[in-house]
């Protein structure tokens, strides 16, 4: 019996609250989105223009860091045998224009730097240690470089992070302010019930949906470059490690 009552009491009464709120002087829909932005007072208003502008920067960083995730995979799948064919040939420029050619890849930009970085080494007349390990500090620079264009929008004072973790604030910011002006609007008219609060209420409540479907769509972006900028890092990782051994065995050759 508490069960029945309990299920009555969450099913049919947020259904006669949603009737209500759906109605407004006489039972008419006002819950368009242009009539509720035009019963909007300016500071909502205001408040739903900046989350408008923040959705619209975050769409904006999502194609780009798409576009250029996509990129930088496919150059370094035609990249990777490319370049490792010719260093195993002891071609040691041609590797490097096949870098060059490949400005997208992040793996061609990292190998490029300890390429030219070792070559410059190469024609003295001995390969040291410290000569080998300033190529592999090279790759390091390279490596925190592409890094750091990698994530480029992503985190920062204005970036998908932050868009994300503050839109859903924002929003709430302008639920209040709607929240505020509709009970305002009910002490002028000495108004009472739910029906003189409902059409204010649902217009702020605008706000916070819109914060909610800016927020949503940058976090989980947010989470899914951070994940392939990881998967980045540990590519170039061996990569800078696969070629200082590279790098030593050819001082090795070089030396005999």
Same mark, same amino acid.
């Given at each position: 019996?508490?069960?029945?009552?309990?299920?009555?009491?969450?099913?049919?009464?947020?259904?006669?609250?949603?009737?209500?709120?759906?109605?407004?002087?006489?039972?008419?829909?006002?819950?368009?989105?242009?009539?509720?932005?035009?019963?909007?007072?300016?500071?909502?208003?205001?408040?739903?223009?900046?989350?408008?502008?923040?959705?619209?920067?975050?769409?904006?960083?999502?194609?780009?860091?798409?576009?250029?995730?996509?990129?930088?995979?496919?150059? *370094?799948?035609?990249?990777?045998?490319?370049? %490792?064919? %010719?260093?195993?040939?002891?071609?040691?420029?041609?590797?490097?224009?096949?870098?060059?050619?490949?400005?997208?890849?992040?793996?061609?930009?990292?190998?490029?730097?300890?390429?030219?970085?070792?070559?410059?080494?190469?024609?003295?007349?001995?390969?040291?240690?410290?000569?080998?390990?300033? *190529?592999?500090?090279?790759?390091?620079?390279?490596?925190?470089?592409?890094?750091?264009?990698?994530?480029?929008?992503?985190?920062?004072? *204005?970036?998908?992070?932050?868009?994300?973790?503050?839109?859903?604030?924002?929003?709430?910011?302008?639920?209040?302010?709607?929240?505020?002006?509709?009970?305002?609007?009910?002490?002028?008219?000495?108004?009472? !019930?739910?029906?003189?609060?409902? !059409?204010?209420?649902?217009?702020?409540?605008?706000?916070?949906?819109?914060?909610?479907?800016?927020?949503?769509?940058?976090?989980?972006?947010?989470?899914?470059?951070?994940?392939?900028?990881?998967?980045?890092?540990?590519?170039?990782?061996?990569?800078?490690?696969?070629?200082?051994?590279?790098?030593?065995?050819?001082?090795?050759?070089?030396?005999?």
């Amino acid at each position: 019996m508490l069960v029945a009552n309990l299920a009555n009491f969450m099913f049919v009464k947020p259904s006669m609250a949603a009737l209500l709120l759906f109605q407004s002087g006489g039972g008419t829909p006002r819950f368009s989105l242009w009539e509720m932005w035009l019963h909007m007072g300016w500071p909502a208003r205001s408040i739903a223009i900046i989350l408008l502008v923040m959705s619209a920067w975050s769409v904006g960083v999502m194609m780009d860091r798409w576009l250029a995730f996509q990129a930088a995979r496919k150059q *370094s799948r035609l990249f990777a045998p490319v370049v %490792a064919g %010719a260093l195993r040939e002891g071609k040691l420029d041609e590797a490097i224009r096949v870098a060059e050619r490949n400005k997208k890849s992040h793996l061609a930009k990292v190998v490029n730097a300890g390429l030219q970085e070792f070559r410059v080494h190469e024609l003295s007349e001995e390969i040291s240690g410290d000569k080998i390990e300033a *190529s592999r500090r090279a790759l390091d620079r390279a490596s925190a470089i592409v890094h750091a264009e990698l994530e480029r929008g992503l985190s920062g004072l *204005s970036g998908l992070a932050t868009i994300g973790s503050t839109a859903p604030f924002v929003g709430l910011l302008g639920t209040v302010i709607g929240i505020i002006d509709a009970f305002r609007e009910i002490q002028g008219q000495n108004a009472t !019930g739910v029906s003189a609060v409902a !059409g204010g209420i649902s217009e702020a409540l605008v706000t916070t949906a819109l914060g909610l479907t800016v927020a949503i769509p940058a976090v989980m972006m947010f989470n899914y470059f951070t994940t392939k900028i990881r998967a980045f890092d540990v590519e170039m990782d061996n990569s800078s490690s696969e070629l200082v051994d590279y790098f030593l065995k050819r001082a090795a050759v070089i030396k005999r």
